[in-house]
């Protein structure tokens, strides 16, 4: 059984900034393609930024300069550090990761609010 755990949503003022951390657990071999998705009020999940466990990284275009996605393969956590934040980046975010265990599977974690409001 393969468990994501995010952690480090809340709430920040607009220009602020944020760190999501997302850690896999239980019996992994390894873990390919790791990222992270938000879903906005009335609005479908979208992709916010994706990295390989090679290091290669990308973003939708809306993020980018401002959001960095990286990732410690030996504890199998994805980060996303999210500065400049807006109104507009306010949603629940969910990390995603293809997880090696006997097959390869795809595993979300639980979402984590993040509020952008003064």
């Known amino acids: 059984q393969v468990q994501l755990e995010e952690s480090g949503g809340g709430l920040v003022q607009p220009g602020g900034s944020l760190r999501l951390s997302c850690a896999a657990s239980g019996s992994i071999f390894t873990v390919y393609d790791m990222g992270w998705y938000r879903q906005a009020p009335g609005k479908e999940r979208e992709l916010v930024a994706t990295?390989?466990?090679?290091?290669?990284?990308n973003y939708t275009d809306s993020v980018k300069g401002r959001f960095t996605i990286s990732r410690d393969n030996a504890k199998n956590t994805v980060y996303l550090q999210m500065n400049s934040l807006k109104p507009e980046d306010t949603a629940v975010y969910y990390c995603?990761?293809?997880?090696?265990?006997?097959?390869?599977?795809?595993?979300w974690g639980q979402g984590t609010q993040v509020t952008v409001s003064s």
């Open positions: 995603n990761a293809d997880v090696v265990t006997l097959l390869t599977m795809t595993y």
């Open positions: 990295i390989t466990n090679g290091g290669t990284t």
